[in-house]
């Protein structure tokens, strides 16, 4: 049963314009939720995370949006850059328990 | 520099060869995880180690071992290899909740 899930398997977005990054998920027990972006051939790396108890959270570019009620969370990024081209992973996490991944979105930013 | 390192990069076994993939952490991280990553798939962790001493099955552990050997080193072993788990395997470690994990550059492993 997949937890989390990534409906979206690819974005491709405008340079400078939104690009906006949706996640799903079942288990209302998760306290955190963190995005992760890869490039190809390397690891994962952490951009950002909330909280179950917050519904925002801010990085620079980085927003991320949790809605509990409708177990959906979302990441905006803006404005976006050719740089950002990756992949996405939601992922959560329960305490002292292990981050459950989503499937992924493909991110393609053109200039 | 700090983080989780993985050995090999890359591997090429036949059916039923057996081999052990090494990674290690510099962070004092308590908790270690492996997971796989396949197309389609996303992440799917197999197995983990809350601290040192401890290691529990994750989504997908059948045709794997682990050894939490110290507090620094996590391995994975495949005793058998079988073509289903061609794949790329990431190492990766956390200090708490609520933090990202560190994850490795992966491990690159082909079944023939």
């Known amino acids: 049963d997949q937890q989390v899930k990534q409906n979206s398997p690819s974005l491709s977005v405008q340079e400078g314009r939104i690009s906006i990054l949706n996640c799903d998920y079942t288990?209302?027990?998760?306290?955190?939720f963190l995005w992760y972006k890869k490039y190809p051939a390397e690891g994962p790396t952490f951009l950002i995370s909330i909280s179950s108890i917050k519904d925002k959270n801010e990085d620079g570019r980085f927003t991320v949006f949790l809605n509990k009620s409708a177990k959906h969370l979302s990441l905006h990024i803006v404005p976006s850059q050719p740089g950002d081209s990756a992949v996405y992973f939601c992922a959560a996490l329960r305490q002292g328990g292990k981050l459950i991944f989503g499937q992924g979105t493909e991110l393609s930013v053109k200039p | 520099n700090a983080g989780v390192t993985q050995t090999p990069k890359f591997q090429v076994l036949k059916t039923g060869q057996s081999m052990t993939l090494q990674c290690a952490q510099d962070m004092n991280h308590n908790s270690m995880y492996w997971y796989r990553q396949d197309p389609g798939m996303g992440l799917r962790l197999i197995y983990y180690?809350?601290?040192?001493?401890?290691?529990d099955k994750g989504e997908v552990p059948n045709g794997y071992n682990v050894s939490r050997l110290n507090k620094r080193e996590f391995s994975l072993r495949l005793e058998s290899a079988a073509p289903s788990q061609t794949s790329v395997y990431f190492c990766?470690?956390?200090f708490g909740a609520g933090y990202g994990y560190t994850f490795g550059s992966g491990t690159r492993l082909t079944v023939v």
């Open positions: 990766a470690s956390i």
């Open positions: 288990n209302s027990m998760f306290d955190y």
């Open positions: 180690s809350a601290s040192e001493g401890t290691t």
